[in-house]
C-alpha cells in the first residue's frame, strides 16, 4: 500500500483533474485503465492513488515515482502517452512534481488506502514566497493536529515552486467541519494570506496501486 513521508525515497506527482460531477466516475475509470493496462508496468513507477472530491468537481492522482528521472521518461515516451491519449478529453487542472518537506505527528507514516478521507489544501504562491510558506506551514500544522480527528498532516513543495499542498488524513469529514467552525483554529485559516491563493477540496480514496 502507497505510504507518504518526508523520508521517502520518491519523487510524488499530483495531478489534479477538473470535471462535471455527472463525469468524475468516467474520468476515473480512464485514469485506473491507463494505470492498469500500461502505467503500473513502467521502470520506475512506485504507486498511484486516485481520489474523487466529494464535491464531486475534481478527481486527483497521486503518484509515486522512484526517480524524476523515471517520471520524465514516462511522459516523454510517445508509445506510452498514446495509450492513454483517452484522458487528454479531460482537463487538468494542475499538475505539478513534490517533495515531501513536513510530515507530523513526527516520523509518522501516512499508508493511503481505499476509502481514506483526505483534505487537500493547494496553495498557489510565488517561487520566492514558497519556503516562507513551508515555514508557517511547520509552524501552524500543530494548531491543526490538536483537532483529534486529524490524523497526519504532509506538506508538499513543487519543485518549480510555484505551488503547495497539504494533505490532510481524517477520521472524519465531520471532524474536518468542527475544525471550520472552533474559534480556536481560527489561526489556519489566515497564515498563508499575503503569500498564496488557497482553495481545498475533500475527497474519499476510492483506488490504490499497489492495493496492500
Given at each position: 500500500m502507497p505510504t507518504i513521508a518526508k523520508n521517502n525515497d520518491v519523487i510524488t506527482v499530483i495531478i489534479i483533474f477538473a470535471i462535471e460531477p455527472e463525469r468524475q466516475q468516467e474520468l476515473?475509470?480512464?485514469?485506473i485503465e491507463f494505470l492498469e493496462t500500461t502505467v503500473k508496468h513502467q521502470p520506475g513507477f512506485v504507486s498511484s492513488s486516485i481520489h474523487k472530491s466529494i464535491d464531486?468537481?475534481?478527481v486527483m492522482n497521486y503518484a509515486q515515482w522512484k526517480t524524476l528521472e523515471d517520471y520524465q521518461a514516462f511522459i516523454n515516451?510517445?508509445?506510452?502517452?498514446?495509450?492513454?491519449?483517452k484522458l487528454f478529453q479531460f482537463q487538468i487542472h494542475e499538475s505539478h512534481v513534490y517533495e515531501v518537506v513536513v510530515s507530523k505527528p513526527d516520523d509518522t507514516t501516512l499508508k493511503i488506502s481505499k476509502g481514506g478521507l483526505i483534505h487537500?489544501?493547494?496553495f498557489r504562491?510565488?517561487?520566492?514566497?514558497?519556503m516562507r510558506l513551508v515555514e508557517l506551514e511547520r509552524e501552524y500544522v500543530g494548531v491543526g493536529l490538536q483537532n483529534p480527528g486529524l490524523l497526519s498532516a504532509n506538506f508538499h513543495r513543487s519543485l518549480d515552486g510555484v505551488h503547495n499542498v497539504n494533505y490532510g488524513q481524517w477520521r472524519?469529514?465531520?471532524d474536518f467541519e468542527e475544525l471550520l467552525k472552533d474559534p480556536k483554529y481560527k489561526p489556519l485559516n489566515e497564515y498563508w494570506q499575503g503569500l498564496a491563493?488557497?482553495?481545498?477540496?475533500?475527497y474519499e480514496v476510492v483506488y490504490t496501486q499497489p492495493s496492500n
Open positions: 476515473i475509470d480512464t485514469i464531486g468537481v475534481r515516451n510517445s508509445e506510452v502517452q498514446a495509450k492513454g491519449a487537500l489544501a493547494e504562491v510565488k517561487p520566492e514566497n514558497q472524519s469529514f465531520a491563493e488557497n482553495e481545498f477540496h475533500l
